[in-house]
T-cell receptor, first 110, second 114 residues
Framework: AQRVTQPEKLLSVFKGAPVELKCNYSYSGSPELFWYVQYSRQRLQLLLRHISRESIKGFTADLNKGETSFHLKKPFAQEEDSAMYYCALTYSGNTGKLIFGQGTTLQVKP | NAGVTQTPKFRVLKTGQSMTLLCAQDMNHEYMYWYRQDPGMGLRLIHYSVGEGTTAKGEVPDGYNVSRLKKQNFLLGLESAAPSQTSVYFC?????????????FGEGSWLTVV
């Protein structure tokens, strides 16, 4: 079965430190992978998708099919990055249904 | 620019009561989804719809029913609420899924069953 795993429930870093939020997936075909961000008690917003290979708010993520990973990275964390981050997967023929990881709370301390 | 709107935003129910959550989207999207968000479990799909008049079960459909009588609305019903249904519910919509399509989420509905 398809699965997305985010091994860290909470990641706490100081402002200016590098950040890496881990995401591993299990899917034998060609996945579409996303990172969503949820600021306190707000709606989920799309942060990144792997097909666009763009950088949003300084975040990047690279799909590593060999390691089945899609880790989210930022070289210098900002306090406003504090939020819940979800990695999600879908694939062609899945009618757009997203399979989410458990989520990682990023806490950036001043 | 409303996007995806959910009502109500907050509700407290007693065990056994019924209620309906309404999701409305103004983007003419074909696909709509209901997820529930629970700590440590991420978001899990309850039901979804690929067009007006159609519904299908997701990962955790038990205890819920849905209807899509109008393209812009997707209703989630709880016939007999249970404490295990205490959760945050998110509606989402998208155009026909294809590479590059974005899924838009509502602001969430906080439901407590006591």
């Amino acid at each position: 079965a398809q699965r997305v795993t985010q091994p860290e429930k909470l990641l706490s870093v100081f402002k200016g430190a590098p950040v890496e939020l881990k995401c591993n997936y299990s899917y034998s075909g060609s996945p579409e992978l996303f990172w969503y961000v949820q600021y306190s008690r707000q709606r989920l917003q799309l942060l990144l998708r792997h097909i666009s290979r763009e950088s949003i708010k300084g975040f990047t993520a690279d799909l590593n099919k060999g390691e089945t990973s899609f880790h989210l990275k930022k070289p210098f964390a900002q306090e406003e990055d504090s939020a819940m981050y979800y990695c999600a997967l879908t694939y062609s023929g899945n009618t757009g249904k997203l399979i989410f990881g458990q989520g990682t709370t990023l806490q950036v301390k001043p | 620019n409303a996007g995806v709107t959910q009502t109500p935003k907050f509700r407290v129910l007693k065990t056994g009561q019924s209620m309906t959550l309404l999701c409305a989207q103004d983007m003419n999207h074909e696909y709509m989804y209901w997820y529930r968000q629970d700590p440590g479990m991420g978001l899990r799909l309850i039901h979804y719809s690929v067009g007006e008049g159609t519904t299908a079960k997701g990962e955790v459909p038990d205890g819920y029913n849905v209807s899509r009588l109008k393209k812009q609305n997707f209703l989630l019903g709880l016939e007999s609420a249970a404490p295990s249904q205490t959760s945050v519910y998110f509606c989402a919509s998208s155009d026909q899924p294809s590479t590059g399509n974005t899924i838009y989420f509502g602001e969430g509905s906080w439901l407590t069953v006591v």
